[in-house]
C-alpha cells in the first residue's frame, strides 16, 4: 500500500518552517474551507474502541496541519472536525464519560460515531465503512481525492480481535490498521509488572499471524515496554518483513528504571533491522542492529484512570500519524504530546458511590491544539537516539 505523497514523507517536524513559507499562498487561498487543506489524499480514521481514542486522533490530525503549515492567520475560529469516526466498544474498564462527551465528539469527529457491536464483527465494521464512504462521496467530487480508512483498535493480549481484523473484506477495505496491544502484566516483584511468558508467547504468535497476512507498510503497533520484553524473551516478537516499515518498528510507552516500571510520560520507537541472508543473530532481535529513539513528553502524576486514558490516547494518535504516512519518529512526537495534554488536563471524578466514576478528556480548542503542537517541536528536539535500547532494558528488567 502506498499512501506516502512525497509531500508528507520529507515534513518531518525539522522542516516546518522551510516548508511553511513554501505552503503559505496555497494555505491562505484555502484558509476557511473545513474540506482539505491541500491537495492530498485524505484518509478517513476509523476508532474502535473508546472516546478518548477517537477524541486523541483528531486532536493528532489537526495537529498535523497545523505542524504542515496553517498558519493562525488562516484559521477557522474553531479547529475543524477530523475526518474520523468512533465505533464505541465497551470501556475496559468500565469507565464512564462526563455529559460533555457528546459535544466534545460531536465539534471534533466530523463522521460522529457509529453503532458498535460487542465484540465487534465483520459485517458490523463494513457497514462503519460503508457509512463512512457515502459521506466521503458527498463531501468530495473525485473518489481520488479520499483512500480507505485508517482502522485503529486495542486488543487484549488474550481476546481474538485479530482474527476478525484479518479477515479478507476487512483487510481489502482498510488502508492502514494501528493496534494498541493491552495486557495483562502480573506482579512479580516489588514495583515489577511482567507479562507471563506463556501469555506473550500466545500475543506473538498471534500477531505474526495477522502481520503475514498483511500488505508493505499497512500496520503500526504500540504496547508498553513489559510486554515487549516478554515477547523478545518468550523469543516471539513477531517479524514484519516490511508490513511495519522499511524496518521493524514498534511504539514503546513507559519505561523501567532500575526494574521497576514507570510511567514519566516517556515513550520510545524501538526499530530492529533484521538481515535474513545472516545466520549469525541476523534474524535474532537481540542480535541484529537495533536502536531506540526517546522521546520525552512534559509529565504530570494523574490519577490512574487518566493515566490510562492518555495511553490510549498515546497510540490512536500515533496509528493517525503512521496511517498518513508520517515517520515513526515525529508521529511518537504527536502521540506523547496528545498523551502529555491527556495527563495535564484530563481529569477524574469518582461521584457518589453506587454511580460509575466519569473521566473528562481536554477540551478541543485551538489552545489544548497549539499546547500540543509546542510539546511536538520541543519533544522533536530532543529525540535520543540509543543503539540496542531494548537489548540494555531487556537486562535492566532481569531477563537472560
Ligand atoms: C470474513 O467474514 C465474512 C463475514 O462474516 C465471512 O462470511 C467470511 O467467511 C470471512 N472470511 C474468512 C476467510 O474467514
Redesign the pocket.
Known amino acids: 500500500m502506498v499512501i506516502f505523497s512525497a509531500l508528507i514523507s520529507v515534513v518531518t517536524l525539522h522542516h516546518v518552517s522551510a516548508f511553511t513559507s513554501l505552503q503559505n499562498s496555497q494555505i491562505r487561498r484555502n484558509a476557511f474551507r473545513s474540506g482539505p487543506l491541500y491537495a492530498e489524499k485524505k484518509y478517513p480514521v476509523v476508532v474502535v474502541g473508546t472516546p478518548s481514542e477517537a477524541l486523541a486522533a483528531s486532536m493528532a490530525l489537526c495537529t498535523r496541519e497545523v505542524l504542515n503549515g496553517l498558519e493562525k492567520d488562516d484559521r477557522p475560529p474553531v479547529p475543524p472536525p477530523q475526518l474520523v469516526a468512533l465505533l464505541q466498544q465497551p470501556h475496559r474498564h468500565q469507565i464512564a464519560m462526563s455529559e460533555e462527551i457528546d459535544s466534545l465528539l460531536q465539534n471534533s469527529l466530523l463522521f460522529g460515531q457509529y453503532q458498535g457491536t460487542s465484540p465487534i464483527?465483520?459485517?458490523n465494521l463494513m457497514e462503519a465503512f460503508n457509512g463512512v464512504e457515502n459521506f466521503l462521496s458527498c463531501i468530495y467530487d473525485r473518489s481520488e481525492d479520499y483512500g480507505n480508512p485508517i482502522l485503529h483498535t486495542a486488543t487484549e493480549s488474550r481476546a481474538d480481535k485479530l482474527s476478525i481484523l484479518a479477515?479478507?473484506?476487512v483487510r481489502n477495505s482498510v488502508s492502514y490498521f494501528g493496534l494498541n496491544l493491552y495486557s495483562n502484566l502480573v506482579q512479580s516483584g516489588e514495583g515489577k509488572f511482567s507479562l507471563p511468558k506463556e501469555e506473550a508467547s500466545d500475543l506473538g504468535t498471534r500477531l505474526q499471524t495477522f502481520l503475514d497476512a498483511g500488505s508493505m507498510d499497512s500496520v503500526a503497533i504500540s504496547m508498553d515496554l513489559p510486554t515487549h520484553l516478554a515477547m523478545l524473551q518468550a523469543n516471539r516478537l513477531p517479524k514484519s518483513r516490511g508490513v511495519l516499515g522499511s524496518t521493524d518498528v514498534f511504539a514503546i510507552r513507559d519505561d523501567i528504571q532500575e526494574g521497576r516500571n514507570v510511567d514519566d510520560g516517556s515513550s520510545m520507537t524501538i526499530e530492529y533491522n533484521y538481515d535474513y541472508e545472516n545466520p549469525m543473530g541476523g534474524s535474532d532481535p537481540l542480535l541484529c542492529p537495533s536502536y531506540g529513539n526517546c522521546v520525552v513528553a512534559p509529565n504530570t502524576i494523574n490519577h490512574p484512570v487518566v493515566q490510562f486514558e492518555a495511553n490510549s490516547a498515546h497510540a490512536a494518535a500515533y496509528t493517525a500519524m503512521r496511517g498518513y504516512g508520517m515517520n515513526p519518529i515525529s508521529s511518537l512526537c504527536v502521540a506523547s504530546s496528545v498523551k502529555a495534554i491527556f495527563k495535564e488536563m484530563g481529569s477524574f471524578e469518582s461521584v457518589e458511590t453506587g454511580s460509575p466514576a466519569r473521566f473528562t478528556p481536554p477540551p478541543y480548542n485551538w489552545d489544548v491544539i497549539d499546547r500540543i503542537t509546542e510539546y511536538c517541536c520541543q519533544s522533536r528536539q530532543n529525540v535520543v537516539k540509543e543503539e540496542g535500547a531494548s537489548r540494555k532494558k531487556y537486562r535492566e528488567f532481569g531477563y537472560k
Open positions: 464483527t465483520v459485517q479477515n479478507e473484506s
